[in-house]
């Protein structure tokens, strides 16, 4: 689950409780749903204070969900900013690998040294007969496809190791100079969402203590009860609905907005990263293929070879016996 998946999640189980707490507040009862009220209600006497308690979490619900949005579309940047960094680190390893491989690398970075080494095997290896040209293009794919996690491992790497300016080359510049201005605006991002935890932390009465630690069941009650009010609002919602608790509805509709829009995302996601796989899969496939045929055209020549062979034995027999 993605950490934003879980951050509308929680929110929606908030806003259910907010809009159950709301309805008791306002003394306003919805036409569906008495008998779950009644046992609510019956809860919440049990735990003593929770309506005083409760009070001061659902006024400062209004703050706490925009610092909440606020949280969500910052979360969204830095995710963006480190998906465009490690694009950017991938590009950069991939080009210190080529430089290795044209000798212009600085001997200072030594960390790649040992898949150069692999790669220069795969090369020699390709040079040998039919059996081992095969194996050798499997290893290539295997190391082909695991390229992206090296080369971004390479740049990490670097950085890690303060050697970055080592590196040079107009393309290489270029690279290091977005990486570095992605890295500030990630910084940036970080600081603003840190920033807005501590005031979401500070902002009222978290829910937890503004039920003045209820019981496991009332809390569950409470988004129960909400959710039930939310999916049948079309039976009890007009024009006497007080105005918070339309705004709770809206708010929920708008998290459910939110929530199926990244649902999506994910969905589309694993099935980019299903057709990647797919496709490496196919790929190796056709190599293997391809090192079969190869394979097989040259036992065909070899059968055929062994039957002019014994064609040619088959003459040889033929004279001995004409001579008897």
Do not use: C
């Not at 960094?85 to 080529?98: A, S």
């Not at 590196?167 to 920033?195: C, F, H, M, P």
């Not at 999506?264 to 196919?282: F, N, T």
């Not at 055209?297 to 064609?311: A, D, F």
């Amino acid at each position: 689950m993605s950490e934003m998946k879980r951050v509308l999640l929680d929110k929606r189980n908030e806003l259910f409780t907010h809009l159950s707490i709301a309805t008791i507040e306002d003394s306003y009862e919805p036409k569906v749903g008495m008998s779950l009220r009644r046992e609510l209600l019956s809860l919440i006497r049990e735990n003593g204070k929770v309506e005083e308690r409760s009070r001061d979490a659902v006024s400062s619900a209004a703050r706490r969900e925009k610092i909440e949005a606020l949280l969500a579309n910052t979360e969204r940047k830095k995710q963006a900013l480190k998906e465009n960094l490690n694009r950017n680190y991938t590009l950069l390893g991939e080009l210190m690998f080529e430089q290795r491989k044209m000798n212009v690398l600085s001997e200072k970075i030594d960390f790649l040294e040992d898949d150069y080494r692999q790669y220069l095997r795969m090369q020699d290896d390709g040079t040998q007969g039919p059996l081992r040209r095969m194996l050798s293009r499997l290893d290539q794919s295997s190391f082909e496809k695991d390229g992206p996690r090296r080369y971004l491992n390479y740049a990490r790497k670097l950085y890690e190791e303060g050697k970055e300016d080592l590196v040079t080359g107009e393309r290489a510049e270029a690279i290091k100079r977005e990486i570095e201005t992605l890295s500030s605006r990630l910084d940036a991002q970080e600081n603003a969402y840190s920033v807005l935890r501590g005031k979401l932390e500070g902002e009222g009465i978290p829910l937890e203590e503004g039920v003045n630690n209820t019981t496991s069941d009332l809390k569950k009650f409470l988004i129960g009860y909400g959710t039930y009010l939310f999916e049948n609002g079309q039976k009890w919602i007009d024009e006497n609905t007080p105005d918070d608790i339309l705004d709770l509805i809206s708010a929920l509709l708008e998290n459910e907005k939110v929530l199926d829009a990244e649902e999506r995302r994910i969905r589309a996601e694993e099935g980019r990263a299903k057709a990647k796989e797919i496709d490496a899969l196919i790929k190796e496939n056709r190599m293997r293929i391809g090192a079969l045929e190869a394979e097989l055209e040259r036992l065909e020549g070899k059968i055929s070879t062994l039957r002019h062979e014994i064609m040619e034995l088959e003459k040889e027999k033929e004279s001995y016996t004409f001579d008897n």
